[in-house]
Structures are given as structure tokens and as C-alpha cells.
């Protein structure tokens, strides 16, 4: 009865730790998450170990417990896959490389797809155009900056090479259309199938 109830406690709190540990996220940080799945593997090791096995040969026994610990290693890396797919997808999607030869590596089929959506102007308090998406000639979109004087306020996008900068680095998931807006406009575009459009920023600034 008391070994039944250790296995169920353990076990339930390796259940509770990995999903805490998953909600948490990159909160909790590369060095915290490694003590997190250790213990984790404590947890299961002490849920799963064969305990009475002295009726067993000796090679038995010690099969066992290979076997035990072998199920607790795939357990655990299967954690971390999990938490690489869902926790940390979005920041290896956006994950920028420089090779050695000092070229820029990135997801080109994120940044592809970001040619076919427009993204919305900055404007500053006058209702200035301070940079802009313009069609091009082939249905996509290029991005524009009219006032050279304001580059330094408003940054660059470049997502085939260099990412963004400033303002459109912070307000990126804004002009990009995928923070801001309705949740009903969202689902509208969605069943439909429509484009994702940016939305303008406004300053509050004269420039």
C-alpha cells in the first residue's frame, strides 16, 4: 500500500513539474529548466523503479533496471521535444544565424511570406507618411521609407537579410497585422481566407 501511494505521489508530481515547467516556458530559463527536468527524472525514476525484485536472478534484476532507467531517458527527452515544439518554436522560427562567411541565415519561407502581406504605415502627428508598403510589379510588396531625415527614429525591415530595427522592430506585431486587432476581424479573415493587413502607427511626435 505505501510503495502503491510513492509511486502514485511521484508520478503525479512529475506530471504536476513538466507542466509547470512547460507554462512557464522561457521564463524559466535555459539553467532552470535543466534542474527542472532533472528533477523530473528523479521523480519518474522513483515512480517507476522495480522495488521488489529479490525473488529475481541477479541478471533479472539488473535488466530491470536497466530497463527503468532507459524508459525514464526517453521519457525525458520526449519532454524536452515537447518543449522545443511548443515552447520555443516561435523563437527558433525567428532565429537569426551568421554564417562564417558572414552572410545572415534565416527561415526564408517565414520572410517569403511576409512579401505577400501589407504592412501598415508610420505616420507621425501631422499624418506624415514616415515609411509604407507599396505594391510591386510582381503582386507583392516592397517597404519604403519617404523622409531620410526620420530613418534613424523609424529603422529598417528587411526580412530576406537583416530583420528590423526601432520602430519597426518594436511595433513589428503591430504593422505586421498580427497584434491590434479585433478578435472578429481576425476570424473573418480567416474563414475567408483573406490577406493579413498591418495596421497604421501613429506617432505622437511632429517630425
Keep these: ?3 502503491r501511494l510513492l509511486r502514485v505521489t511521484t508520478f503525479a508530481a512529475a506530471l504536476a513539474l513538466t507542466a509547470w515547467g512547460l507554462v512557464r516556458g522561457e521564463r524559466l530559463g535555459a539553467t532552470g ?11 519518474l525514476a522513483t515512480s517507476l523503479w522495480p522495488y521488489r525484485t529479490t525473488h529475481l536472478p541477479v541478471f533479472g534484476r539488473a535488466m530491470l533496471r536497466w530497463v527503468t532507467l532507459v524508459s525514464v531517458a526517453f521519457l525525458l527527452i520526449s519532454i524536452q521535444l515537447a518543449r522545443v515544439q511548443i515552447v520555443e518554436s516561435a523563437r527558433t522560427l525567428e532565429r537569426v544565424e551568421t554564417a562564417p562567411n558572414g552572410d545572415v541565415v534565416m527561415d526564408p519561407r517565414r520572410r517569403l511570406a511576409e512579401f505577400d502581406e ?7 502627428a501631422e499624418g506624415r507618411v514616415l515609411a509604407e508598403t507599396l505594391p510591386t510589379d510582381d503582386g507583392g510588396w516592397t517597404r519604403t521609407w519617404p523622409e531620410p531625415s526620420t530613418w534613424g527614429l523609424t529603422g529598417y525591415y528587411s526580412p530576406l537579410l537583416y530583420g528590423s530595427t526601432n520602430l519597426e522592430s518594436a511595433f513589428d506585431g503591430y504593422l505586421s497585422g498580427q497584434e491590434g486587432g479585433s478578435a472578429a476581424r481576425e476570424w473573418l479573415n480567416n474563414l475567408l481566407h483573406l490577406d493579413r493587413e498591418g495596421y497604421d502607427l501613429h506617432l505622437t511626435i511632429d517630425l
Design 1 to 3: 500500500m505505501i510503495l
Design 33 to 43: 529548466w535543466l534542474l527542472c527536468l532533472a528533477c523530473i527524472g528523479v521523480l
Design 118 to 124: 501589407r504592412r501598415g504605415r508610420i505616420l507621425d
